[in-house]
């Protein structure tokens, strides 16, 4: 997924549209695919899958690069280099011990990680922050030569061997700063208990505190908007009040349509010179990792895709693809993102008993109507 988006940012600001297309729509059914493969897993990927995906990979990166002399030729090998980095160092390993390079073990990056002692989601997410680092650079370095390419994939690979070195280094040295230094973590860390007495009444704090910054924030209010708005809010409150058990579905709908115009607003009054609210919205990101990682509730549960898609919400507005009126629509996207999860980790960890997410959309609902009716 992280390889397909960034072969359809390079290929769009190439002006290779049918690459970009493809990238595109491949992107949105491993998105459909990951909804039920991410563990706990109900679907799972076979050889007829997974082939299909390398072979687009390859070709659509060979496409870009071959049809645009400013890209290096050598740039798939950072945009598709960690399945190859582990593929020749399996084949590596099992040649080596005098087996088929094509026999079935339990040697691969996530296997050796797991053996290391993270989780089956560490793992997971270890795997997309090394992938993350390599588009990242395939990205910065799209323009460099060849031999730049090189020494960086070099760079990666020698520093994954040497971690996977000193992670099976039984040298007395390594291992006693090894037990200092997780002694130290777990001394100085803060228990799960004590960790979600904190970020979550943060989290119910800075929700609606970031609600109602952006609702004063926004200058680009229409009468009709708030007219439509009032109409709608006018509509929902009869509804929550004769049906109560529509209240959930009712708040989930006025965030959603709500929160990307309110985004969008604000960013245009960014650009006009008012406040930035990036430090806000950083904030409310780590808030949600932090309640999703630590609670003990069967509320809210995090999984791979959850910090993949948090990810690509925070690396997604470093890269100002497409701009309208001179707003970055990336920066919306991660902010309106933002914004969702932060709203789902509260429904899910109040269990939709408390008022608060009712009274937060409701007030920001208010103050949009009056700002636009009455200002």
Request: glycine fraction near 10%; include cysteine; proline fraction near 4%.
């Given at each position: 997924l992280l390889s397909f988006l960034t072969l359809g940012l390079l290929a769009y600001q190439a002006e290779q549209t049918e690459v970009a297309l493809i990238a595109a729509a491949i992107c949105g059914a491993i998105f459909g695919f990951l909804r039920f493969n991410t563990y706990p897993a109900q679907v799972f990927m076979g050889d007829t899958g997974s082939q299909l995906l390398g072979f687009l990979g390859i070709t659509l990166a060979l496409r870009l690069t071959q049809a645009v002399e400013v890209y290096s030729p050598l740039l798939p090998i950072l945009l598709l280099g960690l399945p190859v980095f582990d593929t020749v160092r399996v084949?590596?390993?099992?040649?080596?011990?005098?087996?088929?390079?094509?026999?079935?073990?339990?040697?691969?990056?996530?296997?050796?990680?797991?053996?290391?002692?993270?989780?089956?989601?560490?793992?997971?997410?270890?795997?997309?922050?090394?992938?993350?680092?390599?588009?990242?650079?395939?990205?910065?370095?799209?323009?460099?030569?060849?031999?730049?390419?090189?020494?960086?994939?070099?760079?990666?690979?020698?520093?994954?061997?040497?971690?996977?070195?000193?992670?099976?280094?039984?040298?007395?040295?390594?291992?006693?700063?090894?037990?200092?230094?997780?002694?130290?973590?777990?001394?100085?860390?803060?228990?799960?208990?004590?960790?979600?007495?904190?970020?979550?009444?943060?989290?119910?704090?800075?929700?609606?505190?970031?609600?109602?910054?952006?609702?004063?924030?926004?200058?680009?209010?229409?009468?009709?908007?708030?007219?439509?708005?009032?109409?709608?809010?006018?509509?929902?409150?009869?509804?929550?009040?004769?049906?109560?058990?529509?209240?959930?579905?009712?708040?989930?709908?006025?965030?959603?349509?709500?929160?990307?115009?309110?985004?969008?607003?604000?960013?245009?009054?960014?650009?006009?010179?008012?406040?930035?609210?990036?430090?806000?919205?950083?904030?409310?990101?780590?808030?949600?990792?932090?309640?999703?990682?630590?609670?003990?509730?069967?509320?809210?549960?995090s999984t791979p895709l959850d910090f993949l898609i948090l990810l690509i919400a925070v690396g997604g507005p470093l890269f100002p693809v497409i701009e309208m009126e001179g707003v970055r629509m990336s920066m919306v996207a991660a902010k309106t993102l933002t914004l969702f999860y932060a709203f789902e980790v509260l429904m899910n960890e109040l269990r939709e008993k408390s008022p608060l997410p009712l009274a937060s959309v409701g007030v920001m609902s208010a103050a949009v109507v009056a700002k636009s009716l009455l200002i």
């Open positions: 084949m590596g390993e099992r040649l080596q011990k005098g087996l088929s390079p094509f026999a079935a073990d339990r040697n691969h990056l996530h296997h050796k990680l797991m053996g290391f002692g993270c989780s089956h989601p560490e793992a997971v997410f270890i795997i997309y922050l090394f992938q993350t680092a390599l588009v990242g650079g395939s990205y910065l370095l799209r323009f460099h030569s060849d031999w730049i390419l090189l020494l960086a994939y070099g760079g990666f690979v020698g520093a994954l061997l040497s971690l996977f070195a000193l992670a099976q280094s039984e040298n007395p040295v390594t291992l006693r700063l090894a037990t200092a230094a997780h002694r130290l973590f777990l001394r100085r860390f803060p228990s799960r208990e004590q960790m979600i007495r904190i970020v979550f009444p943060a989290l119910k704090i800075g929700f609606p505190a970031t609600l109602m910054f952006l609702v004063f924030q926004a200058t680009h209010f229409s009468q009709w908007m708030g007219g439509i708005l009032l109409a709608a809010g006018t509509l929902c409150g009869l509804l929550i009040y004769s049906a109560p058990a529509l209240k959930g579905l009712l708040v989930r709908l006025g965030l959603y349509l709500l929160s990307p115009m309110l985004v969008l607003q604000t960013e245009q009054a960014m650009a006009d010179g008012a406040l930035p609210n990036d430090l806000l919205f950083g904030l409310l990101v780590l808030l949600c990792f932090l309640v999703a990682r630590f609670t003990r509730r069967r509320g809210f549960r």
